[in-house]
């Protein structure tokens, strides 16, 4: 006997902002008019101005959750004290959007304006050179905000690395945030860095800019302007289905909410390739789906009837943040619960494969079936 699910739809479901995916050269642009500063992010395949404008509330960053060998923006912390800024433990992960192209996510700092309208002076900070009189502009980080499964504090930092391969720092959170994470760059410079994360998750990192005016030497600062950055295969799908704060809002765009009111949690519908933002209980269709609700059914199996579970399931290699269980009851008990079967499974492409399990016992009364998913706080690599 199939298990009946008795799911409540809602009429109302929460207002989603448009999200997107910037998954090549992107500066994070300030610039300062009589008007005041503005901020948003340019991106394209052109290094010096890329041609496309995105409002940082819509848009986010990713960083893909694999060994930078394998394509991927995944590192491995180093044992060098000098890198004990990023917080991460020695041989623990760091993902790591970089200073030079890697041809995936590469952020940077940009500013593009009327020449000559910041102060030139001497800058005392140690980490510029401070011989020279230039024209300085400064982004303050001011918070960082985190979404995600991590149980250790996750850590933000910003570095560049020189020929001698020593790191600059400019933003580390390790130690708190004060007024020494900053970067310092001149007028009308176009630069890039090395992001580094030390979990999986969403990070919605926030900045100032300000300068000095050539004209009165008053200080202009810029409102607060938060950046996202969706580290590893969950976070990336969040974003790209949810923008800005509603990643953090715990009715929209975490694991857990169910925004499109379809009684499916925003969690189960990355695991079977659902739409969060259009409700839906459709099953997968057998044989040949590609997304929906697993499809419970009973079938004859060498002349006995037995139920089989089928559905679709992210690939493991993809480092997905979930598993899969699929499992069999004939009282729905919590302990009467077993995954005990026979399945088969079909590659549909580089993310997805298509399951069915054929129950182990045959189906003399009632039988039920689910595939139950659990979240990995932490994956072993």
Known sequence: MKKLLCILLFAVTAKVQAAG??????DIRFDYAPTGWSCFLQYGESFNEPD????????????RDFLTTAGGDRLTQPSNPTFAFTGAQV??????????????TWPGFDNRQNPSVFLSYLNSDPRVNNTINAKWWRV???????????????????????????PTVWMATSDGITTQDAYFTTEGSHSHMNWGFTQLGIYRITFRASAFLAANSSLVESDAHAITFAIGTLATWRA??????DLLDANVGVPMADPDGDGQKNIIEYAFNMNPNMASLATMIAGTGISGLPLVKMENVGGQDRLTIEFVRRKSNTNPQITYHPEFSSTLQTGDWQSAGTSSVTSLDTTWERVKITDSVAA????????RILI?????Y
């Open 91 to 104: 041989g623990a992960p760091l993902w790591n959007l970089p200073q030079s192209n890697r041809g995936y």
């Open 376 to 380: 990995q706080p932490t994956i072993s």
């Open 140 to 166: 303050q980080l001011l918070d960082v905000d985190y979404s995600g499964e991590a149980t250790i504090t996750p850590r933000f930092s910003l570095w560049q690395t020189g020929s001698g391969g020593a």
């Open 240 to 245: 790209s289905h949810f923008a800005g704060l």
């Open 364 to 371: 003399n009364g009632r039988r039920f079936g689910r595939v």
């Open 21 to 26: 995916l910037i998954t090549s050269h992107v």
């Open 52 to 63: 496309i404008q995105a409002d940082p509330e819509t848009v986010s960053l990713p960083a």
